[in-house]
């Protein structure tokens, strides 16, 4: 009964309370929207999220609703308990219709509407900050009837689950209460008690909202987009969680493309690498991501007496300590390790390189291996040739290339990615480790790269909630710029400044086998000790590893988020 408590209300706040109140915000609105509807007299604002509504039926809509929230605000809900089930088959798009019913159901009941006092739709009370001032266009997104798939969206993202009974009724009930103080109405004092408005179906409000805006920014209709846009903030505001913070920065993105306010990447690579570092302290994802990269390079390594590792992106080095000290205690003693770290320039042109190199050589003297390092400054992986990384002849050392999370960068650069491919093959590598996002956020269409970015980061945003960390933690805060940072580049960019270009493990198939790659089995060992790994990690029950033909994804549920794979040159590449 708490779902029809919500849609009931959502429409009367809307209806009644929005087109004509006396609220400047609200009169600017349906002046905006008057000259876009159609000769039929529908608003083509509601029309386009599936209401249908005259403007001569808006008066006649307003005062149902008002029945509707007195009849609803004084009825006991094991009075009216049937209608938990009667009133899903009705359908919120026709507005009238929907309410007409939901009041002759109540009436059954032997709660009789017209004897209550009704206020006038001029003089229409208001809603509280739960909802915040919304316009009628604005205040009834819900249509069951939508072609969207809302509940692919997984996790309590867009449906919260509580953990108990009195949990969930604090969580899912907001209230609104009805304010006298502008009108001449006199309402019992049993009338004021406050309506439910169930936050599950706000959240459900939520995404199609979302994805209407990102329909109209598609279609260029960018003055409902912008009303859109405003009114997912609203909506964002009434839910808790994961779902409100990530409906935050998709709104954030949103806007920014709808205003041309494009974000600037010029901020501290050092800062980027902080946020990463948080990441990597408040999830599992990275550690993943280095513990099965690592695995396949020291199976790779087995019997060599010198090895190179060429790390695509050094970061803080964060993952060759644990490689080093699985090296020290080797049989027969470690290797000599070399490794080439690369990375990106610093604006205070210091040396970051240099300074995760010290501390990696201080680490490999304490546990007895020779090690060497050497630092590359570029803007891009494909600035870089491969004899500026002197390698060596594979009798004098074994080369492994390694990359997590960094060649999808080069999909934004013309023939960045085939320029650093044939780099690989001419280093002649005896293993190339590589993990990336399991997620297509390369579609050219816009609303495919939003819809299956929606999909992907509200997983990702809904594990870091499940991470088992105290609530707004500093490593939880930060992990989130870290994942906003880029939905904000996958949705208000375009061209070269869209370096979030994400594919899935099908298609990084596809295009290393077609360079002259053949895949490398990750072996049941590997899968075995990630789900340790996952084990040890709190909040770890989420997660799931998953093996798919030889490579290893890592997921939350049911959803994959980043797949591991390994390479080989094809034996036909050596011959040649």
């Given at each position: 009964m708490k779902r029809d408590h919500?849609?009931?209300?959502?429409?009367?706040?809307?209806?009644?309370?929005?087109?004509?109140?006396?609220?400047?915000?609200?009169?600017?609105?349906?002046?905006?929207?008057?000259?876009?509807?159609?000769?039929?007299?529908?608003?083509?604002?509601?029309?386009?999220?599936?209401?249908?509504?005259?403007?001569?039926?808006?008066?006649?809509?307003?005062?149902?609703?008002?029945?509707?929230?007195?009849?609803m605000g004084?009825?006991?809900?094991?009075?009216?308990?049937?209608?938990?089930?009667?009133?899903?088959?009705?359908?919120?798009?026709?507005?009238?219709?929907?309410?007409?019913?939901?009041?002759?159901?109540?009436?059954?009941?032997?709660?009789?509407?017209?004897?209550?006092?009704?206020?006038?739709?001029?003089?229409?009370?208001t809603v509280n900050s739960i909802l915040g001032q919304q316009t009628s266009n604005e205040s009834r997104i819900f249509n069951d009837?939508?072609?969207?798939?809302?509940?692919?969206?997984?996790?309590?993202?867009?449906?919260?689950?509580?953990?108990?009974?009195t949990e969930n009724n604090r969580n899912k009930r907001m209230r609104v209460e009805i304010n006298t103080a502008n009108t001449n109405t006199i309402i019992p004092t049993e009338l004021a008690r406050p309506v439910v408005v169930d936050s599950q179906e706000t959240g459900v409000q939520l995404v199609h909202t979302l994805m209407a805006c990102a329909e109209a920014i598609q279609q260029e209709n960018l003055k409902v987009a912008d009303a859109l846009v405003k009114h997912?903030?609203?909506?964002?505001?009434?839910?808790?969680?994961?779902?409100?913070?990530?409906?935050?920065?998709?709104?954030?993105?949103?806007?920014?493309?709808?205003?041309?306010?494009?974000?600037?990447?010029?901020?501290?690579?050092?800062?980027?690498?902080?946020?990463?570092?948080?990441?990597?302290?408040?999830?599992?994802?990275?550690?993943?991501?280095?513990?099965?990269?690592?695995?396949?390079?020291?199976?790779?390594?087995?019997?060599?007496?010198?090895?190179?590792?060429?790390?695509?992106?050094?970061?803080?080095?964060?993952?060759?300590?644990a490689l080093m000290q699985a090296l020290a205690l080797r049989p027969g003693g470690p290797p000599a390790f070399r490794l080439t770290g690369i990375g990106p320039p610093q604006p205070d042109n210091t040396d970051a390189?240099?300074?995760?190199?010290?501390?990696?050589?201080?680490?490999?003297?304490?546990?007895?291996?020779?090690?060497?390092?050497?630092?590359?400054?570029?803007?891009?992986?494909?600035?870089?040739?491969?004899?500026?990384?002197?390698?060596?002849?594979?009798?004098?050392?074994?080369?492994?290339?390694?990359?997590?999370?960094?060649?999808?960068?080069?999909?934004?650069?013309?023939?960045?990615?085939?320029?650093?491919?044939?780099?690989i093959k001419a280093m002649r590598p005896k293993i190339i480790t590589i993990v990336e996002q399991e997620a297509n956020h390369n579609s050219p269409v816009f609303l495919d790269r939003f819809t299956e970015a929606l999909h992907y980061y509200s997983s990702l945003f809904d594990s870091l909630e499940g991470s088992g960390l105290t609530p707004s933690s500093q490593d939880q805060v930060m992990s989130e710029v870290y994942l906003g940072r880029q939905i904000c580049n996958i949705v208000a960019c375009e061209g070269t400044d869209r370096n979030e270009r994400h594919e899935t493990l099908t298609q990084w198939r596809t295009r290393l086998g077609s360079a002259g790659f053949d895949p490398v089995h990750l072996g049941s060992n590997a899968y075995k000790q990630a789900s340790m790994l996952l084990a040890l990690f709190a909040g770890g029950d989420g997660y799931r590893v998953e093996e798919n033909n030889g490579c290893l994804m890592l997921g939350w549920h049911t959803r994959p988020l980043i797949a591991t794979s390994a390479w080989q040159l094809a034996k036909s590449t050596l011959v040649s």
């Open positions: 919500q849609h009931s209300y959502g429409g009367g706040s809307g209806s009644g309370k929005g087109d004509y109140s006396s609220s400047t915000g609200n009169a600017n609105k349906a002046k905006m929207w008057e000259e876009e509807q159609d000769t039929g007299g529908m608003d083509e604002l509601l029309e386009v999220l599936g209401y249908k509504v005259r403007s001569s039926e808006m008066a006649d809509v307003a005062q149902k609703l008002e029945q509707l929230e007195m009849v004084t009825a006991q809900e094991d009075g009216i308990s049937h209608l938990a089930t009667d009133t899903v088959h009705y359908n919120p798009s026709d507005v009238s219709g929907w309410v007409q019913s939901m009041l002759e159901g109540l009436n059954n009941t032997g709660f009789d509407s017209q004897a209550r006092p009704i206020q006038d739709p001029a003089e229409s009370s009837d939508s072609e969207y798939d809302l509940r692919a969206i997984p996790g309590s993202a867009a449906y919260p689950q509580p953990d108990s009974e997912i903030g609203l909506l964002a505001a009434a839910q808790a969680g994961a779902m409100r913070k990530v409906a935050t920065y998709f709104a954030e993105a949103l806007a920014r493309r709808i205003y041309r306010i494009y974000p600037q990447d010029c901020l501290d690579s050092s800062y980027n690498d902080i946020l990463q570092m948080h990441f990597y302290e408040t999830c599992p994802y990275l550690k993943f991501a280095h513990f099965t990269a690592n695995q396949a390079i020291l199976e790779a390594f087995n019997n060599a007496n010198r090895v190179h590792v060429v790390d695509f992106s050094l970061k803080q080095g964060m993952q060759w300590p390189l240099q300074q995760v190199g010290w501390k990696l050589a201080q680490l490999a003297d304490t546990i007895g291996v020779e090690f060497e390092f050497r630092g590359f400054v570029c803007n891009s992986l494909a600035d870089l040739e491969p004899d500026m990384l002197d390698i060596r002849p594979p009798e004098v050392e074994t080369v492994a290339v390694n990359s997590v999370f960094e060649l999808h960068r080069l999909l934004a650069r013309p023939g960045g990615i085939e320029k650093v491919v044939s780099s």
